[in-house]
């Protein structure tokens, strides 16, 4: 385990690294759920109504909160993708580390920019007239689910990518993560569509998270918190292993 951590620590500052020297990629990753809480609370946001009641900013960016960590699958998948491609994926193999180092440098790197993003958004969320009202441990611990919400869609954009093996595919991943993101109670409450379509975003992974932000921050519209835990570790108890699988597998 130790190996690991450190193999996997080794991995991470290179993602870093990478990072580091694409501030204009890193820009773009942190000002597009700016760009989308603004056009969502003052384009869109003035003909939508809460159920129950309450203020829509309120309800809305514990929702875009959420989003935001679920489009993280396709910058993980397309970095998995690209190393496989480039044959950097089969160098490291070849070296004496740690076989889960680069994935799990790949998910820290993901985690720590992830969380940054967040910090942004409940910034620009602030600066629109959002508010918690819990206090301060309640408003870490909505932190916290998010942040797993996204530790689980890292398995899933490692999985996609190892079978996949082909970075140019991000359009497909793009075409189906949208469409998740919209059925699911992030913009619109459960309440106000068809019976079936509410249901279907009632048992959304990306509801159960962003339900449970909006009780902990006290936002209208929240919900229990037992589900936002239960999807991501069924998600990573499905997933991580899957990954695990595929990248013994990478050479047959």
């Known amino acids: 385990m130790k190996w690991a951590l450190h193999d996997g620590w080794v991995m991470t500052r290179r993602e870093l690294a990478h990072l ?3 501030p204009a990629q890193v820009l773009l990753t942190l000002l597009f759920p700016v760009l ?4 969502f609370a003052f384009v ?3 003909g939508m109504s809460v159920a129950g009641g309450g203020d829509y900013r309120e309800y809305l960016l514990p929702g875009m909160f959420a989003m935001t960590m679920l489009f993280g699958v396709e ?3 397309q970095a998995i ?6 044959g950097v994926t089969d160098r490291f193999r070849s070296l004496p580390m740690s076989p889960s180092a680069q994935v799990l440098g790949r998910n820290l790197a993901d985690l720590l920019t992830s969380a940054l993003g967040l910090l942004v958004m409940i910034g620009c969320g602030l600066a629109v007239g959002w508010r918690w009202h819990n206090g301060l441990l309640d408003a870490l611990a909505a932190v916290g689910l998010l942040l797993l919400l996204r530790f689980a869609v890292l398995w899933v954009g490692v999985y996609l990518g190892l079978v996949s093996r082909n970075a140019q595919l991000l359009i497909a991943v793009q075409i189906l993560v949208w469409p998740f993101a919209f ?4 913009l619109a409450s459960p309440a106000d569509m068809p019976s079936w379509l509410g249901a279907l975003s009632a048992w959304n992974p990306l509801s159960a998270t962003a339900d449970a932000a ?3 921050f006290g936002n209208p519209g929240g919900g229990g918190t037992w589900k936002a835990v239960v999807w991501p570790l069924a998600l990573v108890a499905v997933f991580f292993p899957l990954s695990v699988r595929q990248y013994r597998r990478l050479s047959r």
């Open 20 to 22: 580091a020297r694409q």
């Open 36 to 39: 989308l809480v603004v056009m």
């Open 44 to 46: 869109l946001g003035g």
């Open 75 to 77: 910058s993980t998948f």
């Open 81 to 86: 993708a690209t190393d496989l491609n480039r």
């Open 183 to 186: 059925l699911s109670s992030a």
């Open 214 to 216: 909006r009780a902990l």
